[in-house]
């Protein structure tokens, strides 16, 4: 079972940027999509990106299109998400999540609801 550590977090102002990580333990990052989510005060969690350790491809929701990346790093089995052009809605706790996928511009998770603790981004005047 994989197991995820996030960092990264912090407060910016809108239109800043911020680069999360997340260190992945507990087995080797190697076929089933990875993906970031979020969750707002009083919101349910949503996906934001997911990106596959196969052949790197990346799809994000259409909040974010555009404005952040995801990427991957197999040799120190981490996963980053490079946000830029923040927003005040980007604002949550945000989270790794496995297996991952996308649809429609939407992120899904299909997990068995083990999250780590998160990263908290808070984007403010």
């Known amino acids: 079972q994989l197991r995820f550590s996030e960092s990264g977090g912090g407060s910016v102002q809108p239109g800043g940027s911020l680069r999360l990580s997340c260190t992945i333990s507990?087995?080797?990052?190697?076929?089933?999509?990875i993906g970031w989510f979020r969750q707002a005060s009083g919101k349910v969690r949503e996906g934001v990106a997911c990106?596959?350790?196969?052949?790197?491809?990346?799809d994000y929701a259409h909040s974010v299109a555009g404005r952040f990346a995801a990427s991957i790093d197999r040799a120190k089995g981490a996963v980053y998400l490079q946000m830029d052009s923040l927003k005040p809605d980007d604002t949550g706790v945000y989270y790794c999540?496995?297996?991952?996928?996308?649809?429609?511009?939407?992120?899904?998770?299909?997990?068995?609801?083990?999250w780590g603790k998160g990263t908290l981004v808070t984007v403010s005047s």
């Open positions: 999540g496995y297996p991952c996928g996308h649809r429609a511009g939407v992120v899904n998770y299909y997990g068995d609801d083990s």
């Open positions: 507990g087995h080797t990052v190697d076929f089933y999509p």
């Open positions: 990106i596959s350790p196969v052949d790197d491809r990346t």
